[in-house]
């Protein structure tokens, strides 16, 4: 259970032009706690389609690995996958096609190999 604002002004703070350098590794950190990491992944908020982007970010360093490090923890809560459900928002399918294969959109056929 949520005590406090919870995500959502961290999550908020990403919209920013700049956002703060240290939101990235306070992320992370967060993201070690089972609920912080249920809180990222929870569908509604479209938060990792929301981190994705900064994982490519070259104004800050710090940032950029506090980012990954929060999606790397999230790789480890068990339970339903992360990703839009059949009724989110269109503002929540945020990747790429070239990115759907990475992120289970579609599958090889069997037989064929990824050039």
Same mark, same amino acid.
């Given at each position: 259970r949520e005590r406090g604002p919870g995500l959502a002004p961290l999550l908020q703070a990403l919209g920013e032009p700049r956002p703060p350098p240290q939101l990235g590794p306070l992320l992370c950190?967060?993201?070690q706690l089972p609920e912080g990491r249920r809180g990222l992944l929870d569908r509604s908020r479209c938060s990792v389609q929301r981190l994705l982007p900064?994982?490519?970010y070259a104004d800050s360093a710090v940032h950029r690995r506090g980012i990954v490090g929060a999606l790397r923890n999230c790789c480890f809560e068990y339970g339903e996958r992360p990703g $839009? *459900? $059949? @009724? @989110? @928002? $269109? *503002?929540c399918r945020a990747l790429p096609r070239p990115a759907a294969p990475a992120a289970g959109g579609c599958c090889p056929r069997p037989g064929r190999r990824a050039g």
């Open positions: 950190n967060l993201s900064f994982t490519q $839009p *459900s $059949p @009724a @989110a @928002a $269109p *503002s």
